[in-house]
């Protein structure tokens, strides 16, 4: 039997044979998982530190970056993740890979976003998984695996643009709200080390569900769609505190 998972007990549904006469065991013994081209799944993690005493953050937070050491963005700096084996649940995933290429280990984290536009990567079909971790003290790191460097960066982001826009072709009840943020990030050891960013945030306005877009404008020395996840991070941290 061609199954991915060995116990498919809990798959048999009401145990009936579907339109063809297969038995839910033939159909996985027939079954081809290349019939679709599937795309690559990994975990990146944004371990931002700030001092407990402080609940604002425009006040020394701090974020978590790697230097690459490979293409693509070789020399770029970026958050800590990778690909998630086979056979692996995503939030061990985004674990192991922080351990790997920070030595950071037993830290809460949380899923925040799933980033998955087409163009985000040059190797292949890659959709990210976004996880968050806040620390309220110094924690030492350690460069391993595909980073260069690990190092923390203070982080300052300011609003530049608020708007709200409507929607070409679209009756005009359809708004939607941008709001530009310019990101600066200074290594924390050397001042020299920076790198920034501007993001565009879109979403729907007065209707009852949520449609955010992120879009990276420009980026100097922050790899990937990365300074996007940083907003993303930044309003849930903003909102909560």
């Known amino acids: 039997m061609n199954a991915f998972v060995s116990d498919i007990k809990k798959f048999l549904g009401n145990g009936k044979d579907n339109e063809e006469g297969k038995s839910l065991e033939r159909f996985l013994m027939e079954y081809d998982p290349n019939r679709y081209q599937n795309p690559?799944?990994?975990?990146?993690?944004?371990?931002?530190q700030k001092r407990k005493e402080i609940h604002d953050l425009e006040n020394g937070l701090?974020?978590?970056l790697i230097q690459r050491k490979n293409h693509p963005c070789i020399g770029w700096w970026a958050l800590p993740g990778g690909f998630v084996e086979i056979h692996e649940d995503i939030d061990k995933a985004a674990a192991r890979?922080?351990?790997?290429?920070t030595g950071?280990?037993?830290?809460p984290m949380e899923q925040i976003y799933t980033f998955g536009k087409q163009d985000r990567d040059p190797r292949t079909r890659i959709v990210t998984v976004a996880y968050l971790a806040l620390l309220e003290s110094d924690q030492k790191v350690i460069a391993g695996d595909d980073a260069a460097e690990a190092e923390w960066f203070f982080v300052k982001i300011d609003k530049v643009i608020e708007e709200i826009m409507k929607e070409d072709g679209i009756a005009s009840k359809n708004k939607r709200k941008r709001v530009r943020y310019h990101i600066e990030v200074i290594c924390e050891k050397n001042?020299?080390?920076?790198?920034?960013?501007?993001?565009d945030y879109f979403t729907n306005v007065d209707t009852l569900l949520l449609q955010e877009d992120y879009k990276v404008i420009e980026s100097n020395g922050i790899a990937f769609d990365h300074p996007a996840f940083i907003v993303r991070a930044y309003q849930l941290l903003k909102n909560r505190l």
Do not use: Q
């Not at 690559?40 to 931002?48: E, G, M, P, Q």
């Not at 890979?97 to 290429?101: A, D, T």
């Open 191 to 199: 001042h020299d080390r920076k790198a920034e960013a501007i993001v």
């Open 40 to 48: 690559s799944v990994t975990a990146d993690i944004l371990v931002f």
């Open 97 to 101: 890979e922080l351990l790997e290429e």
């Open 62 to 64: 701090k974020l978590l």
């Open 104 to 107: 950071l280990s037993d830290i």
